[in-house]
């Protein structure tokens, strides 16, 4: 059965796009720590992310990098932090959320309550960001 985050890579479950390529697919934490929080997944469904080939990893890891650069352009901050848990759902993923301070990254944090315009304008800034960064 296809995970949650393949259901939104195929487009069966909306979602607040920011970056994608051929392997790829970026997209707004619906429960964000900050304004920003920011989801990079495999488009090939793998649970753990260190079962993933080491291209495929390497690859993941350039890919975030792109992504916490335009992060950073859409949300300054003094770091974009990246962290790996992987228990909520089966489907390896990378947090990258914009820091101010380390605190940020405490995901015992109570979540931000945004409006779907919000997402929509915090996804728009970062993909902005994200299509000058990469061309």
Known sequence: MAT?????IAGEI???????NDKFYAF????????GHTLVVPKREVDYIFDLTDEE???????AKHVARAIQ??????????AVIGLEVPHAHIHL???QKESDMLFSNP????QPEEFAAIAKAIYGAWSSESN
Not at 73 to 82: D, Q
Not at 111 to 114: D, I, V, W
Request: hydrophobic share 50%; glycine share 2%.
């Open 28 to 35: 707004l934490d619906i429960n964000p720590l900050v304004k």
């Open 73 to 82: 352009k859409a949300f300054p901050c003094r770091k974009v932090g990246e």
């Open 57 to 63: 990893l390497a690859e993941m890891h350039v890919f």
């Open 4 to 8: 949650i985050f393949s259901k939104i």
């Open 14 to 20: 909306p979602s607040y796009k920011v970056a994608e």
């Open 111 to 114: 979540k931000l309550q945004l």
């Open 97 to 99: 959320i914009p820091m």
